[in-house]
């Protein structure tokens, strides 16, 4: 039985136009054309591609971003097995050349970490773990629409939603609860410069 197709795979071969299966991602490339490119592992490689864009400050993505995938992980929460979004969403168009620049940058990080994932800690990756991913994403996802975090911008958001997103791809336990781990700083850091940016608000007003 041949060894699945590894997630820089895939994802290499989307950004380049040549997605193996029956869909293929020409010049414009939408959110739709992404999901529809992904195949049997469109969930965690959604949750990749859609925080590989919050590596990088790209004004105005994380809320794109974050839109997507709120939907996507209320889909998770419910056990959906195939996910998908409202006609208007899929046809939104992306910044195809800043998202290439994006995975190339971060696809030779990737494979050095698929050398060391394989399916493991299987209750950490199975379907209660992933409703658990589901929520975590949820958290992620609003933290991205209304935190934006100086300096670094999305970057705790969007490096957990890439963790969380190759454990699941992978069955990786491991990945997942380091996953966990980095939402949980994100939310943490987020929840601070909230707090930061309202008490400031309300000393000003008061």
Same mark, same amino acid.
């Given at each position: /039985?041949?060894?699945?197709?590894?997630?820089?795979?895939?994802?290499?071969?989307? /950004? *380049?136009?040549?997605?193996?299966?029956?869909?293929?991602?020409?010049?414009?490339?939408?959110?739709?054309? @992404?999901?529809?490119?992904?195949?049997?592992?469109?969930?965690?490689?959604? @949750?990749?591609?859609?925080? @590989?864009?919050?590596?990088? =400050? $790209?004004?105005?993505?994380?809320?794109?971003?974050?839109?997507?995938?709120?939907?996507?992980?209320?889909?998770?929460?419910?056990?959906?097995?195939? =996910?998908?979004?409202?006609?208007? $969403?899929?046809?939104?168009?992306?910044?195809?050349?800043?998202?290439?620049?994006?995975?190339?940058?971060?696809?030779?990080?990737?494979?050095?970490?698929?050398?060391?994932?394989? =399916?493991?800690?299987?209750?950490?990756?199975?379907?209660?773990?992933?409703?658990?991913?589901?929520?975590?994403? @949820?958290?992620?996802?609003?933290?991205? $629409?209304?935190? =934006?975090?100086?300096?670094?911008?999305?970057?705790?958001?969007?490096?957990?939603?890439?963790?969380?997103?190759?454990?699941?791809?992978?069955?990786?336990?491991?990945?997942?609860?380091?996953?966990?781990?980095?939402?949980?700083?994100?939310?943490?850091?987020?929840?601070? $410069?909230?707090?930061?940016?309202?008490?400031?608000?309300? *000393?000003?007003?008061?």
């Amino acid at each position: /039985m041949p060894a699945p197709e590894k997630t820089s795979h895939i994802i290499a071969a989307l /950004m *380049s136009a040549k997605a193996s299966g029956d869909s293929e991602v020409f010049g414009s490339l939408t959110v739709g054309d @992404l999901l529809t490119s992904l195949r049997s592992r469109a969930f965690g490689l959604s @949750l990749i591609l859609f925080g @590989l864009p919050n590596l990088l =400050p $790209i004004p105005g993505l994380p809320i794109l971003t974050g839109i997507v995938l709120i939907m996507l992980a209320l889909q998770i929460l419910v056990g959906r097995e195939v =996910p998908w979004l409202p006609a208007r $969403i899929a046809g939104t168009a992306l910044p195809r050349a800043r998202l290439t620049q994006v995975v190339n940058r971060t696809l030779p990080l990737l494979r050095r970490v698929e050398t060391m994932t394989r =399916p493991r800690l299987a209750l950490a990756a199975g379907p209660t773990a992933r409703r658990l991913v589901g929520f975590a994403v @949820l958290v992620l996802a609003v933290l991205l $629409i209304i935190v =934006p975090i100086p300096w670094i911008g999305s970057m705790p958001q969007g490096l957990a939603l890439c963790v969380l997103g190759l454990g699941l791809t992978e069955r990786d336990g491991l990945l997942v609860v380091a996953g966990f781990v980095l939402a949980a700083i994100a939310t943490a850091v987020s929840a601070g $410069i909230g707090y930061t940016i309202v008490a400031s608000a309300l *000393s000003v007003l008061f």
